[in-house]
């Protein structure tokens, strides 16, 4: 998350400057985001981190690391701020297709052979893990709409999109987005699923209905207010973790999986290590595993 930072850049122009984070308060922070994120802060990483914190203490014209730390941690206005520093402090980059491989594996490998034995009720729910604000989600439910169209009997589905970051799942909800959000959909998708708004394009109606979206920190998995589902779809968020809690996490992920249902990460955010009870998958450039057993 703190390479976001590295991205985002600046320190505010021409306002005043706020005087350095010390050796002592960077590592409070550093502590901070690394129990409630899972972020490793490096101390290379130290002049991002408290870039992001000036912006927001400008923000709320405050001039002191040590006071907005204890805002953040204090019981009662804390959650608040916590939630407003932590859009700051990470990235939601996204877009509707992002990896079209990763969306036709679940077409090819999960939802063609499902129809192909199913006799009449079909039921499929994915989860977008990460979701930012909202495209990935809806590129499942996209999906889902697509080749379930073709079953004969009843269809039942469904998308779970869970981010840590209320601000994005706020645009997630609203279902809005400028046209080059959807520049990897063609033409015939985009006419189907979506209407015009006065900013771009909003997701229809009916599609907005298959979607559900939750905060949710991956740290804390336990508090999902669901069980099990067919697919778990998590991209561009395992990268800002380290290998260790990588796997911690995916390891989690996997336990959430129906037997037989698809675990589908970025390519290359997992080396070397394989959770328990699944197997890899191999199509085109993804990274996948099927879950075998509980
Ligand atoms: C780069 S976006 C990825 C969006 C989408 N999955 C994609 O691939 O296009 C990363 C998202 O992960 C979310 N995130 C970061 N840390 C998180 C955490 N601990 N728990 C849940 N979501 C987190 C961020 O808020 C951000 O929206």
């Known amino acids: 998350m703190l390479a976001a930072m590295c991205l985002q850049g600046g320190n505010g122009g021409s306002l005043p400057a706020l005087p350095e984070l ?135 589905y469904g998308v779970i999109g869970s981010d840590v970051s209320l601000e994005s799942l706020a645009l997630a909800r609203d279902g809005c987005y400028p046209a080059q959000r959807l520049a990897g959909l063609d033409a015939a998708t985009v006419a189907r699923c979506f209407v015009s708004a006065a900013t771009g394009y909003r997701v229809a109606d009916r599609l907005r209905q298959r979607v559900a979206f939750a905060q949710l920190n991956v740290l804390s998995l336990e508090q999902a207010p669901f069980e099990k589902v067919d697919i778990v779809f998590c991209q561009n968020l395992l990268i800002y973790f380290a290998q260790p809690r990588r796997q911690q996490i995916v390891a989690t992920l996997a336990r959430f999986l129906k037997p037989g249902g698809l675990l589908v990460l970025g390519a290359g955010e997992l080396v070397g290590w394989q959770p328990a009870g699944l197997e890899s998958l191999k199509f085109e450039d993804t990274l996948a595993y099927r879950k075998i057993k509980d």
């Open 22 to 156: 010390d050796e002592e308060q960077f590592a409070c922070w550093a502590e901070l985001l690394e129990r409630r994120l899972g972020i490793a802060v490096t101390p290379r990483r130290k002049v991002f981190l408290s870039s992001r914190l000036r912006t927001r203490m400008r923000e709320l014209g405050m001039s002191d690391f040590q006071r907005y730390y204890e805002l953040v941690t204090s019981a009662q206005q804390g959650s608040m701020e916590w939630s407003h520093l932590l859009d700051r402090l990470t990235i939601h980059e996204t877009r509707f297709n992002r990896h079209p491989a990763s969306f036709r594996l679940i077409e090819e490998h999960y939802l063609a052979p499902l129809l192909r034995q199913a006799c009449d009720t079909v039921n499929v729910t994915a989860w977008s893990v990460g979701c930012a604000s909202g495209e990935e989600a809806y590129t499942l439910a996209i999906v889902l709409e697509r080749a379930l169209a073709a079953h004969r009997g009843k269809v039942y």
